[in-house]
């Protein structure tokens, strides 16, 4: 006789249980474990959106918000799509908390109505993130990389036939009037084009990657691990507050363009993040020639910039080719370093530094032809200049010193030209993937929207999204996923 028991109702609840827990997807289980949300999410936020508005809310704030950071976890491109995947996907519904999936413009007013709210999250994380870059590389951690770009807008100025059209009509008018070689349809054509869309004035031109668009510029601060620090987007109200910044007539260089605005919104946007982070006090700054100003130097290095005690004390920005290092005592090349005045092509020989009394740094350079030799009656080794035209009377050849602080812009707290920068500015280019990620894989890009507000949030949602990353890779002590969590969805 086949024994058999009686089911209770205890018992089908517990069945039902132990089959979802096991069907649920285990990214989903990770995040659960791993993330608590409602700590991320400021009390500020949470009073703001369950404020008294005569209704109460369909659809909870933890809600809503691990809604759009799926969306970016799982690159899903449009907010429609969203909805779709939560309609079928009764375990992500669940998981977001959703007992009726929201209609696209609830998505889209939660995104204008909370875009302050969505920033203090996302300094939130910034904080939180913070000690876990220090320990995973303190060097790193200590760099500041700085770059823009911008989030291309839906306007008729970006289909391609725009650009297309006008380039082609002058290259017709230069062949048609024998101009020579030296003419170039690009810059004549960015000189022609409209310097913004004409759906919103402020849906700016901007020459980026090779090509003409209309974007909201923003700028993004990272540090050496890639992982993101400050955002910055650049519309009215934060040129309102920063009046220092003059925004003049664009020239016929698209590049020039860029690196003179560039240029001017670093210090701005550097004393933001200061302000609201006081705790990050980066030592080692990282860009492009487009900082490559003597008064960004000053301001750089000085200690009235940003406030007391922060101050950068090296910059990596490389030599812009418009420019060149002058020095009225001794020949120069392009790295800072001195050359042999009867040979500019032959640089002296760095021999470490030197310091007076406790501020005073000296970086100290010796000839080339200089050797070392052993006496060994003194048992002391000293220095020998071999050269054929020597050009000093000292049996130790030339020596000179060279003192930063009079030339930040040759010496930027560190040689050119040396094993350590050119180690050390490779990293730049992690600011570079770092926008390409966002943009690609977290949805920035392609957004079939004009609006300044919901763009806007869009770019912090995609910061957001990074720094939970950056937690749930912590969190399960895999670092490697630091950046993304792709294989992991995988």
């Known amino acids: 006789m086949i024994p058999y028991k009686q089911l209770s109702l205890n018992d089908v609840f517990q069945d039902c249980q132990d089959k979802f827990e096991n069907d649920k997807p285990a990214f989903l289980t990770l995040l659960e474990q791993h993330i608590d949300i409602d700590e991320i999410i400021p009390i500020t936020f949470r009073n703001h959106f369950y404020a008294s508005t005569g209704r109460t809310r369909k659809y909870p704030l933890r809600a809503l918000l691990w809604a759009l950071i799926i969306q970016r976890i799982f690159s899903i491109p449009t907010d429609q799509l969203l ?13 977001c908390g959703f007992s009726k999936v929201p209609d696209a413009s609830k998505i889209t007013r939660f995104k204008q109505n909370f875009i302050d709210d969505l920033q203090l999250v996302f300094d939130n994380l910034v904080d939180l993130t913070e000690p876990i870059c220090q320990a995973i590389d303190s060097a790193k951690a200590d760099m500041t990389i700085f770059d823009s770009s ?15 059209r006008i380039i082609k009509q002058l290259k017709a008018y230069a062949k048609a009037q024998g101009f020579d070689d030296n003419y170039d349809p690009y810059k004549a054509a960015y000189g022609k084009m409209p310097p913004h869309a004409a759906a919103n004035p402020e849906i700016k031109q901007l020459y980026i990657n090779g090509h003409f668009c209309y974007v909201f510029k923003f700028g993004i601060v990272t540090n050496g691990l890639g992982i993101i620090r400050h955002i910055s987007f650049y519309n009215k109200d934060f040129l309102n507050n920063h009046p220092d910044i003059v925004v003049e007539k664009k020239s016929d260089s698209p590049d020039e363009d860029k690196s003179v605005h560039d240029s001017k919104l670093l210090i701005p946007t550097l ?9 990050i006090n980066p030592q080692t700054f990282l860009g492009d020639s487009a900082f490559d100003t003597a008064q960004l130097y000053k301001d750089l290095f000085s200690s009235d910039t940003f406030g007391k005690d922060k101050h950068f004390s090296k910059a990596y920005i490389p030599l812009n080719i418009r420019s060149h290092l002058e020095n009225m ?3 120069i090349n392009e790295d800072g370093i001195p050359c042999c005045p009867h ?5 002296m020989k760095p021999e470490g530094t030197k310091r007076r009394g406790t501020d005073i740094k000296a970086f100290k350079f010796v000839c080339p032809k200089v050797k070392w030799i052993y006496d060994r009656s003194t048992q002391k080794q000293h220095r020998e200049c071999q050269c054929e035209n020597p050009c000093t009377t000292s049996k130790c050849g030339r020596m000179v010193y060279i003192y930063p602080e009079k ?7 560190v040689l050119r030209g040396t094993d350590e920068w050119n180690e050390t500015y490779k990293i730049r ?11 690609m894989n977290l949805c920035l890009a392609g957004r079939h929207t004009q609006n300044e507000k919901t763009l806007h949030a869009d770019l912090i949602l995609a910061g957001i999204t990074q720094l939970i990353t950056v937690l749930l890779a912590d969190n399960i002590h895999k670092h490697e996923y630091l950046r993304s969590l792709k294989p992991l969805i995988a």
Not at 271 to 279: A, N, T, V, Y
Not at 343 to 347: F, M, W
């Open 271 to 279: 004393r933001d993040f200061f302000l609201k982070h006081p705790l």
């Open 407 to 413: 030339n930040l812009r040759a010496y930027p707290g």
């Open 429 to 439: 280019t992690i600011v570079e993937r770092n926008i390409q990620h966002t943009k």
């Open 343 to 347: 040979d500019a092509n032959l640089a």
């Open 83 to 95: 909805l779709i995947i939560l309609a079928y996907s009764k375990p992500l519904r669940d998981f």
């Open 329 to 331: 005592d001794y020949t």
């Open 150 to 164: 911008g989030i291309e807008a839906f306007v008729t100025e970006n289909n391609p036939k725009y650009a297309n």
